[in-house]
């Protein structure tokens, strides 16, 4: 029983140490359990901690990046201003320099022009000096000689005639003006003389660089000219020389006044023409040649030249076909016309004999283009002319054409009494009489539509008329002139009349068929009150013939044709006269206003009774208790209308100031607001001029009307040189001329001389 029970024990003892065993591994798997429990806890607190911490950076990283997208879109639009300040920036730097560059260029060309003139003044000078050294070379030379008793000339001088003295043996001419020229280097030149309507171009290469060459250029207003028949001079007539010849032609461009406009088969119709310079008797012969171009579009023409002497440019009158103009004119007659003459003789095209061959001589191989000999019948015809011009054409018998010519003029009922020498034998006449020679010319043929044919070259000729205004004593004497509109003419015209008031000035053509001359209608009826004012002309009728206007220039016609008109106005007259004039047998009507002011004219009426005969209109105002007072605006337009009268008898002087300044002074005017911009972009002295004019009109105060005299004075000055002289005369001129006419005004202005 011990033993069983020995046993017993032993197995729960045994239990009872392997339950002992679970039990404290149970107690540590519990520990353990409650440490990774405490873990697991701190770990999820570590988490939670965390994502607080994530979601607090998360947070503040959005808030970042708001303020990250502000400053950036700060920042750009920062930039976009930037960018367009550096754009606007730019622009006024590229205006800028634009300037710069443009005021720079001016300096360089006024340098260029000055160092040019120097120059010109240094070779003049050096010339000058070998003139002198020549001419006392030649004193010496002819004082051995009359020693030495030898008539060996050419061995003792020997030495360059200027250019200018090549021209010195013209003789019974009008000289116009007179230019030389410097013709530098190999380059190629262009010398402008539009202002006596002439150009001449040098080509390249025409010296060498080092060279240098004078040429002297007159211009001839008329003189004892002869021309072929059947012509009429369209130009001026010039003389050119050379010091010195050219390695290749010039090119000569002459301005001529037959318009081509929407005509371009007219040009056909206008030729070139030489004489020499130097001829043993006068009259001097002037021959066509052949070549030459005239544009439709511009009123010159040209021709290259290699041998110079007088040039000019005619129009056919008269022509054999009128579609295909050949050599000298097909059908153009070689006989001799004087310059302006009245008288065409008209022969057979198949007895043309060569016109002015003695004086071919120095014309080269030009002056002869075209002209073939055509048998025995035409050399005896040509010796036959040259014995007729000898002896002054009185062997021509003269027959009158049946009925009117084909340019249908004729003379108006009461005739012309301008002058003695047309009396009842040119009223019986026609302009173009058919010629015949019985001994000269076996073929000559009647003058019939077919045979010939009438160009329209005098139908298209342009005209210009000018009015000017000479104070003689109580009265003004008005004289109306006109001529070829052509530029050397248009110089002598102003220049006989630089100390008169320049009036309005007009183009015209003469209307054809029906008249050849223009008049002054003063019967016309006036639009403006012309009480107490005589308006007289000093020939009746006033007219102007064509024929006389072409003569101008001849030996007998010194002066350009003209109509005298004295005009007075008593003292009760209507303070100011605008008297119409028609302007009658033109081709577009244009009629001429007489402007004139009654002198020292009475103090306006403060009686509202007063006859308004005795008030200027427009010049009172009613006041507030119905009476009439003075204008306030009287006065200014006075004053604008003297200004505006004075500049216009300026307006020659100014036109002719250096083209070279003028950009420059078109630039100060802008900046003033004086012009607008077109004017600026192509400026000239006759768009600022009327730009100034046009501006005048709306200024209505007396402060704004010094004001803007003055900028423009002062503009003129800050260019300096001879535009700062030209605006001091003309400021002078306006004061003197407002304290003259307009008693007791306040006009004054300051100009920084």
Known sequence: MFFLGDGSNASKLEEMTQLQELIEEKQIITEDYEKLKATVTDKEIHIIEMLKEKREIEQEKKQLEEQYLKEKQIIIDDNQNLKTDISEKDKVIAKLTSQVEEKSQNEKQIITDLRAKVSDNELYITKLMKEKSQLQERVTSLQEQSIKETSSIGLQFNYLIPSMDKLDCLSSVQVAEKKLFLIQGDKPQLMNWEKYGLRIGVQEGSLLSSETVEAAVVALEGGEFRFPPNTVLVSAVYAVSLSKPLLKRLKLEIQHCVDLTGQPGLSHYLKFAIAPVSTPSLPYQFSIVEGGEFSSNSGYGSIQREEFCLVCILGLLIAGDQQQPQGQGAGVVP???????????????GQQPEVNEQTNGQQGEEGQEGQQEEGDESQEGQQQQQEDESQGQQQREEQPQQGESQEGWHREEGGDNRKEGRGQEEEQQDPVHVHVETETV???????????????????????????????????????????????LTQFVERKYSEAEIGPNISFRFKFPY??????????????????????????????????????????YCYPSCCLISVYGSPDAVPFLNYSVPLVGVVNPVTLIIHRARRNPPPPSTNPTTSSSNVVPGSTSVSSTGGASPSATVDVKKIKKVINDVLQSHYADFTALPMEAVPELANKLFTLRLINKVVRENPSIDKIISEFQASLTFQRELSQVEEHCQKFLNSFVEVSGSFAYAAIALHKDWIEAIRNKLENSDFNIVIDE
Not at 335 to 345: E, K, N
Not at 446 to 474: A, H, Q, W
């Open 335 to 349: 006989a001799q016309q004087q310059q302006g003459g009245g008288v065409l003789t008209v022969l057979a095209q």
């Open 442 to 488: 076996s073929k000559a043929v009647p003058c019939t539509e077919t045979s010939i044919g009438y160009t329209d070259v005098r139908k298209n000729m342009k005209y210009f008329g000018l009015i000017y205004y000479n104070e003689k004593g109580v009265e003004d004497l008005v004289i109306f002139t006109a001529a070829k509109e052509l530029e050397a």
């Open 515 to 556: 008249e050849r001359y223009i008049e002054l209608n003063f019967n016309a009826h006036q639009d403006e009150p012309t009480t107490g004012w005589i308006v007289q002309p000093h020939t009746k009728p006033s007219r102007l013939y064509q024929e006389d206007i072409d003569k101008f220039g001849d030996k007998e």
